[in-house]
């Protein structure tokens, strides 16, 4: 979704780029991509990017210990502002659809949810994705370089992007060997850990930015 999204802006786009254009590729917090910029007036510029990465992940709420995958997937537009020479403040938007997949693991055999005590025979598994509370987070920072500069060059970002409070959906199935009353009390105790999960991860509202590539200018 997030490809298809990138080549319809970039078709967009083109026809804009009358002046100073360039490229760029970065690697850092929100992934490894791209972005394509112009000037727009003498000291504004303005890009467009995307950046992904996939990596394994584990964390331990207070009860459960859970192994995960963190997915990034972010699609930027952003104005850069030249305020001294190659320093400069950005701002924009960055639609993201970042993830993270979440697989709770038994310890000695047994899952304690919300302070109760199953053995892992009688949960089938516990399991969930915990997303960004803006899916359209807003992006603010500084920066070097400019990806319209011509030649070859070296540009940075740091900054922060405000994704909102994390929201978790987690799922816990029943076994065999657990009675139906049994059941419903561990479908209460899985929304309150999904709770406790949120609280944990709740830090990632304000998503740090740090990216650093290189340019190609024309």
């Known amino acids: 979704m997030h490809s298809m999204r990138v080549s319809v802006l ?4 083109l026809p804009a780029v009358s002046h100073a254009a360039g ?29 992904a990465l996939q990596f394994n992940k584990s964390i331990d709420s207070s009860d459960v210990h ?13 104005l850069d502002w030249g305020i001294l ?12 659809d970042n993830r993270y997949d979440v697989n709770g693991q038994p310890t000695n055999g047994t899952f ?28 603010l920072g500084i920066g070097y370089g400019n990806v319209s500069g011509k030649g070859v060059n070296f540009y940075f970002d740091l900054g922060v992007m405000y994704m909102g ?13 657990l009675s139906a009353a049994n059941c419903t009390q561990l479908q209460n105790d899985t929304a309150e850990e999904q709770r406790r999960l949120e609280d944990k991860l709740s830090r ?3 998503f740090p930015v740090a990216n650093i590539g290189i340019t190609i200018g024309f």
């Open 112 to 139: 304690t949810l919300n302070g109760n005590t199953y053995q892992a025979s009688q949960v089938g598994s516990v399991n969930g994705t915990v997303k960004s509370g803006h899916p359209v987070a807003p992006y």
């Open 66 to 78: 859970y192994d995960g995958k963190v997915k990034l997937s972010n699609l930027s537009g952003l």
């Open 23 to 51: 490229i760029g590729m970065r690697a850092g917090t929100t992934g490894v991509g791209g972005d394509i910029g112009w000037d727009v007036a003498p000291t504004l510029s303005a890009r467009v990017g995307y950046s």
């Open 85 to 96: 020479g190659p320093m400069r403040l950005t701002g924009g938007v960055i639609l993201n």
């Open 10 to 13: 970039l078709v967009l786009l």
């Open 204 to 206: 990632y509202k304000y």
């Open 165 to 177: 409070s994390p929201k978790a959906t987690l799922n816990a199935s029943c076994g065999p060997g």
